[in-house]
């Protein structure tokens, strides 16, 4: 066994010496990695404890090596998995969100993520594009759709009960409006004067409109 992992520990003095020849600062920081990795394996092995705890902790250094090496490894696998993995567009989480939140809207979130899933579905290609043109992340891109989507609800007349005033759900309807525009501030969606003036001209047809 010692010799074995004498050989594995040469192999690692020979490649950090092969990176040591080689030019430009990665090459020292390679090298350095193996040197810490080779070390790491081999000195439980080759050093010789003289008393009983001495040869407990190597024992117990040795089975927790063995033991959390495929654990990183396959962490470090899941790890290129999830970032090689296309981003998708995806309307469940915000719906649940957006259910809870505003419970007076159930009607109209009944059609509104029926419709919504059917966009995503049949446009998730271009929405991943039109995410990664606007710099928002794909799974955020479901507030933006339904931004404008009740953007036109509030413009559409049905949520008043006279000129200026909403009713009880357009109330909610103004309030998920407003929440909505908040996200798409955060994620920088417009330009930044752009988001005052959407407000003011909201709040403007509201008051004149119905």
Known sequence: MKKFLLGVGGLFIFIIILAACLSG??????????????????????????????RLIQILFIWALIFTIPILIVKF??????????????????EQELRAKFPLLENYFNDAFKWLRKEVKNKQDALTAAAKTKGVSAENMSYVLLFFQVTEQLKSGEWYVHR????????????LWKYLLE??????????????????EMTEWIKTNG
Do not use: C
């Open 25 to 54: 600062p990665w090459a020292w920081n390679f090298g350095t990695i193996l040197g810490h990795i080779a070390y790491a394996i081999a000195w439980p092995f080759i050093y010789e404890p003289q008393s009983t705890a001495g």
């Open 77 to 94: 696998i899941s790890y290129l998995k999830n970032k090689t993995k296309k981003a998708k567009v995806k309307p469940l989480k915000i």
């Open 164 to 175: 200026g005033m909403l009713n009880m759900q357009g109330e909610d309807m103004y309030a």
């Open 183 to 200: 996200k798409l501030e955060q994620y920088k969606y417009f330009p930044a004067e752009d988001f005052a003036q959407r407000r003011k």
